[in-house]
C-alpha cells in the first residue's frame, strides 16, 4: 500500500541513523543481544491516528444483508437512517442490519436512486450513531484514506490507502455511470459496498462502490484501484431521498431515449420519449446516436459516460444517423433525469 511504502523508508533511516549515535535505534542488554526498536514519534503518532479513526468511525459502519448478499452502510442521521449501494440493496424491500458490536436489527428501504448507486434504508428501533461526513470538494491527491467495511462478510474490516486521483468517471456494470468519483488505494473488496472511505480526521469522505476490474488477470480485482461516490454527492442524493422517499432534483442530464449497442457503431434510438428532450430536438426511433457535445458515443456506455459529464438544461450538439446512411446535427437542451 501506498502508506505502507511511505512509512517503511523512515523507520529504516531512523534505525541506520541509532546505529551510528547509539542513542536510538536497537537496545541492547548487557551481552550485546537486541532487544527492542524504538519507533520515530512521528510513525507513532500516524498510528495512533489510524486508531482513534476507526474507534470513532466503526460504530457509525453496519453490515447490511439481503436474501441476495451482504453490503455495509453508513449511519447517516440520528433517526436510523443508512445509506449505502443502491446495488447492495437490490430490489430487496427489508433488510437485518448488523452493527459492530453483533446487535441486529429489521430495515426497510426508504429509497434508491439507481444511476448514482445510492439508496438509504431505516433502521426501526435503533440507537445508532451518525458519522461524520466531511468536504469532498476539498480533497487532494495524496490525502490519506482509511475504508472500513464488511469485505467477504468480515464485519468492521479496516484498510488504508491514499486517494489515487479524483474526478473519475467510473462506469458500473449494470450500465450506469458514477460521475467525479474518487479513485483510492484502500483495497476494495466485495462487502466493502456501501461502507465508508474516511480521512485522517474520520470525516465520511466517500461510499465505495466498486474496484477496477483487469481483464489481464482473468476479469479479477485489480490491486489497488477502488472507487468511491464523494461524500458531497451523498449527502445531497440521501438527504433527498430522506425528505421525500426520492429524489427530485438529480442535477443529471437526460436525453429521453431509450437506447441499445449495435458493436460500436453507434448507439442505437429504440425509442423516443414523447415531448423529451430528444423529441423536441426532431431525433427518431432508429437513429443511431454518433456523438453529444462533440464526443463520440460508439456504445451505450459511452453515451452514458459523456452525459454524466452535462448539466441539465446545457444546450448540445447531437450527431445522429438516420436509417438511410445520412447523417444529421441536431441542437438539444439536456433535460433533468427524473429521479422518482
Not at 449494470?174 to 485522517?200: E, K, M, R
Not at 469522505?205 to 488477470?217: F, K, M, N, R
Not at 480485482?221 to 422517499?245: E, K, M, T, W, Y
Request: glycine share 14%.
Amino acid at each position: 500500500m501506498k502508506v505502507a511504502a511511505l512509512v517503511v523508508p523512515i523507520l529504516a533511516a531512523a534505525v541506520l541513523a541509532g546505529c551510528g549515535g547509539g542513542s536510538r535505534g536497537a537496545a541492547h542488554d548487557p551481552q550485546g543481544a537486541a532487544t527492542t526498536t524504538s519507533a520515530p514519534n512521528a510513525a507513532l503518532a500516524y498510528q495512533q491516528a489510524i486508531v482513534q479513526v476507526v474507534k470513532r468511525v466503526s460504530p457509525s459502519v453496519v453490515q447490511v444483508a439481503t436474501s441476495q448478499g451482504l453490503g455495509a452502510g453508513v449511519v447517516f442521521d440520528s433517526h436510523g437512517h443508512v445509506v449505502t449501494n443502491a446495488h447492495v440493496v437490490g430490489s430487496s424491500q427489508t433488510f437485518t442490519v448488523t452493527t459492530r458490536s453483533g446487535k441486529q436489527y429489521k430495515a426497510k428501504l426508504v429509497g434508491r436512486f439507481v444511476p448514482d448507486d445510492l439508496a438509504v434504508i431505516d433502521v426501526a428501533g435503533a440507537h445508532l450513531q451518525p458519522a461524520a461526513f466531511g468536504d469532498s470538494s476539498k480533497l487532494s491527491v495524496g490525502d490519506i484514506t482509511i475504508a472500513i467495511g464488511n469485505p467477504l462478510g468480515l464485519r468492521s474490516s479496516v484498510t488504508d490507502g491514499i486517494v489515487s486521483a479524483l474526478g473519475r468517471t467510473v462506469g458500473e456494470p449494470n450500465g450506469n455511470t458514477i460521475p467525479s468519483a474518487i479513485q483510492t488505494s484502500a483495497p476494495i473488496n466485495p462487502g466493502n459496498s456501501g461502507g465508508a472511505l474516511v480521512d485522517i480526521q474520520g470525516r465520511v469522505i466517500g461510499i465505495p462502490t466498486l474496484a477496477a476490474v483487469d481483464q489481464e488477470l482473468g476479469g479479477s480485482a485489480a490491486p489497488g484501484i477502488g472507487f468511491a461516490i464523494p461524500s458531497n454527492l451523498v449527502r445531497d442524493i440521501a438527504s433527498q431521498i430522506v425528505g421525500h422517499g426520492h429524489v427530485v432534483n438529480s442535477h443529471r442530464a437526460f436525453l429521453g431515449v431509450q437506447v441499445g449497442d449495435t458493436g460500436g457503431r453507434g448507439v442505437y434510438v429504440g425509442a423516443v420519449q414523447s415531448g423529451g428532450p430528444a423529441a423536441k430536438a426532431g431525433m427518431r426511433a432508429g437513429d443511431l446516436v454518433v456523438s453529444v457535445d462533440g464526443k463520440a458515443t460508439p456504445t451505450t456506455a459511452a453515451l452514458s459516460a459523456v452525459l454524466a459529464r452535462l448539466q441539465p438544461g446545457a444546450r448540445v450538439a447531437v450527431v445522429v444517423e438516420t436509417q438511410s446512411g445520412a447523417r444529421r446535427t441536431l441542437h438539444v437542451t439536456l433535460g433533468e433525469y427524473p429521479g422518482g
